[in-house]
């Protein structure tokens, strides 16, 4: 008998996950046509000369402990101290049992933890520190109730919030169609419209009233004053210095696994693996087309971007992460009309990273944490400023400190929320650099003087919307679920706001109802949907 093929739309975290479970539990060959020239999606990382950039900022935290093996056994936890650890004299998570890695019954390697200084392939433990940046002063995220919250609002703000939160309590809207009414009823309308509103609007570009409620399901259901009042309280009597806090909001998370080269290196990683153990990754592949017949997608059309070469492609099983909306778009039969409608009014947000070289920061360390160079110890930090356009800023330097070349730079990324073709998008590089770093010297982070060098990096379709035609979403599920052998996985391909984790379960559960004969795809559909997979 022939091999059974499964072909894989993305290489992305999805997309890539579902390869390696099908290697490492089947017969069956998966085969993965990605449209760019790079691996891991969102998740990859850019290098630029040889300082590289986490688009978006990925960290490699789970309450799935089969995630969290999985990424292990990719990447083992260090065993040793990192640089940074070394310099600062600073206590981390470190692995001292032997390591074993394996693809089903072969093993891979079998060693002693990595140390970080003399292996690349390391997972690193670091600690998590993201702050408010609002009022040009620094805020906890989430918002903790201690005086210099109070401090920085001021005593006539903070009576407002609080009396904003009684109220809000006590007269609850009912039902939540929006997430502003969520915001409202979680937190009060003062406090919503101090810190949630304008941020919110910022990254989506719309307004709160106009998103649907469903959006807070994958991101912030379970965080609300009460839970952040007893974090505050309860995280000055214990410290978890594990990975395991499976208790915690996600938002309150504190430690988490990192790749000592960044996001893409897990995906870069994997990718070997799947291609040493006969699985096929075609770069440069664009889909533009299915051919179905029945109940049964039979083949796919993929097209060679450099040479325009376009092949049809037979197989058993289709697993997608492409968006959405492109995948139906890229139907060649008789699409039903309102399939058609609501992929055509499917919506996202599009994402522009200025990456900078700076020999300093402006903005010092006020904080207890010690830095190398007395470097701010955020990961990121919110930027809640009404007067400019940027979102978030991250600095690589203290997500691994092997992500920068020159351990004595300072290397930041500007990100930016936009629509592909908008004004932002289509400003030539150097104007949008000159943009970014006048925007932050406007809030006083940097100095003109300091900066190095810089890149732009532009990435569409980064986040699916939940306004647009999404609240008719279930006609497109319907459609799609109807084919036995076809599976949407990830986030874009669900068109669900999916982790990384989440994305790579849903991606576990199709190779799982694949090997069991399972067309239903409802227990798809249902990761991080069930309480157990929420990003709480």
Aim: aromatic letters at 12%; glycine letters at 6%; a positive charge.
């Amino acid at each position: 008998m022939s091999q059974k093929v499964a072909v894989i739309i993305g290489a992305g975290p999805a997309g890539l996950t579902a390869a390696y479970e099908l290697i490492d539990k089947t017969n069956i060959k998966p085969i993965i046509f990605e449209t760019t020239e790079s691996t891991g999606g969102i998740s990859k990382t850019v290098n630029y000369k040889g300082n590289r950039i986490d688009i978006g900022g990925h960290r490699f935290f789970s309450k799935s402990d089969r995630i969290m093996q999985w990424w292990q056994n990719i990447l083992p936890l260090q065993g040793e101290p990192a640089k940074d650890d070394k310099q600062l004299g600073r206590k981390v998570l470190l692995v001292k049992q032997s390591v074993k890695r394996k693809v089903g019954s072969q093993n891979l390697e079998h060693f002693n933890p990595p140390d970080p200084e003399k292996t690349d392939k390391v997972m690193l433990s670091r600690s998590r520190l993201s702050r408010i940046f609002f009022l040009r002063k620094f805020f906890d995220y989430p918002v903790s109730l201690n005086y210099d919250t109070l401090s920085n609002l001021g005593i006539k703000r903070t009576f407002k919030i609080g009396f904003s939160y009684i109220k809000s309590y006590l007269n609850q809207i009912k039902p939540e169609k929006s997430l502003e009414d969520f915001f409202i009823n979680r937190f009060g309308e003062e406090l919503y419209r101090t810190f949630f509103k304008d941020y919110t609007e910022k990254v989506w570009g719309v307004s709160c009233s106009e998103i649907k409620s469903d959006w807070r399901a994958q991101r912030v259901k379970g965080l609300s004053i009460k839970k952040t009042i007893f974090h505050a309280i309860s995280k000055n009597f214990s410290r978890n210095s594990s990975f395991s806090q499976k208790k915690l909001e996600t938002s309150l998370i504190s430690q988490f696994m990192y790749p000592k080269l960044g996001p893409g290196q897990m995906w870069e990683e994997v990718a070997k693996i799947i291609t040493k153990n006969g699985g096929e990754i075609h770069y440069g592949s664009q889909l533009i087309g299915i051919k179905n017949k029945d109940q049964y997608i039979k083949s796919v059309q993929v097209e060679e971007k450099s040479t325009g070469v376009v092949k049809s492609v037979n197989a058993d099983y289709f697993i997608s992460t492409m968006p959405v909306k492109d995948l139906i778009n890229s139907f060649n039969g008789d699409i039903p009309v309102e399939v058609q409608k609501v992929a055509k009014g499917l919506m996202y947000r599009d994402f522009i990273t200025v990456g900078l070289l700076l020999k300093k920061l402006k903005i010092k360390n006020k904080t207890k944490i010690k830095t190398l160079h007395n470097l701010i110890p955020d990961n990121w930090i919110y930027i809640q400023e009404r007067d400019v356009k940027l979102g978030r800023l991250q600095i690589f330097n203290n997500w691994s400190p092997y992500m920068v070349k020159d351990e004595n730079n300072v290397w930041i990324g500007l990100e930016y929320f936009c629509n592909e073709g908008d004004e932002l998008w289509n400003m030539d590089d150097e104007k949008l650099t000159d943009f970014a770093v006048n925007e932050l010297t406007s809030i006083d982070i940097i100095n003109k003087k300091d900066v190095i060098d810089s890149v732009i990096i532009r990435m569409p379709k980064t986040y699916l919307a939940y306004f647009g035609t999404y609240d008719r979403f279930s006609i497109i599920r319907e459609f799609t679920d109807g084919f036995k052998n076809l599976f949407l996985v990830g986030r874009n391909g669900m068109h669900r706001y999916n982790n990384m984790d989440h994305s790579m379960l849903t991606a576990m559960t199709a190779v799982e109802n694949i090997c069991e004969g399972i067309t239903s795809k409802d227990n798809i559909w249902m990761i991080n949907a069930e309480e157990d997979y929420h990003e709480e």
